[in-house]
């Protein structure tokens, strides 16, 4: 099979994108584990709230998500946890950052 047919069959090439954007989502949902933790279910036309701005995720790019801003002509790239509000059932809701395990705890004195 050629690989460079695939490009030319709009069908395999949105086969070809969804399952990306599945994996990402995947990852983005196992490693900050935000419906396990806040109720937050990142998905793909998810509304979000950054910095006051709000949006709808239209894609992911690796661990980031994809945001179309209301009123902005392009998507901008941003981080699942990185000042981000999920719209819920219950609300919005913050998301917050995982622990980093390689991080320094201060010892009690």
């Known amino acids: 099979m050629n690989h460079d047919e695939d490009f030319d069959d709009p069908a395999a090439a949105e086969y070809q994108n969804q399952r990306r954007q599945a994996a990402d989502l995947d990852y983005i949902r196992r490693y900050y584990a935000l419906e396990q ?3 937050i279910r990142v998905a793909i ?3 979000v709230c950054s910095h006051g701005q709000e949006g ?4 992911t790019s690796g661990q980031y998500l994809m945001v179309q801003f209301d009123g902005e002509e392009l ?12 719209a819920t059932a219950a609300g919005w809701v913050a998301a917050t950052p995982v622990a980093d395990p390689c991080a320094r705890v201060p010892q009690e004195a």
């Open 37 to 39: 933790r806040h109720g």
């Open 75 to 86: 998507p901008a790239r941003r981080h699942a946890t990185s000042n981000m509000e999920y």
């Open 56 to 59: 709808t995720i239209v894609d």
């Open 45 to 47: 036309d998810g509304r």
